[in-house]
């Protein structure tokens, strides 16, 4: 069964940082680009941060640029998400995903792990 699942969510005051992870199963995803995302309860779910199976090519939701790094690890199927300088906008319930074979669209989803910030 392909499946991926995040980790590392939780509650942390403003100012502190969380390190997030997906764990991917099932299959190798190393070829495949791999996301974040978030949503807000009644929000539209947004990008956070892709990066390309090559472990270099990143980019980033403009509101996160230096202060959220993504991150994998092809041996282990890991997916990372640093998150550092967190402020009470960034709660919401955070998603891995993988766009499989090469794909315009992400299609493999995680269930999502929660951050709770503090002010």
């Known amino acids: 069964q392909v499946q991926l699942v995040e980790s590392g969510g939780g509650l942390v005051q403003a100012g502190g940082s969380l390190r997030l992870s997906c764990a991917a199963s099932?299959?190798?995803?190393?070829?495949?680009?791999m996301g974040w995302f978030r949503r807000v309860p009644g929000k539209e779910r947004e990008f956070l941060a892709a990066?390309?199976?090559?472990?270099?090519?990143?980019n980033y939701r403009d509101s996160v640029k230096g202060r959220f790094t993504v991150s994998r690890d092809n041996a282990k199927n890991m997916l990372y998400l640093q998150m550092n300088g967190l402020s009470p906008e960034d709660t919401a319930v955070y998603y891995c995903?993988?766009?499989?074979?090469?794909?315009?669209?992400?299609?493999?989803w995680g269930r999502g792990t929660q951050v709770t910030v503090s002010s």
């Open positions: 995903a993988a766009k499989s074979g090469g794909g315009t669209s992400y299609d493999i």
């Open positions: 099932g299959r190798t995803f190393s070829s495949d680009i």
């Open positions: 990066i390309h199976w090559n472990g270099y090519t990143t």
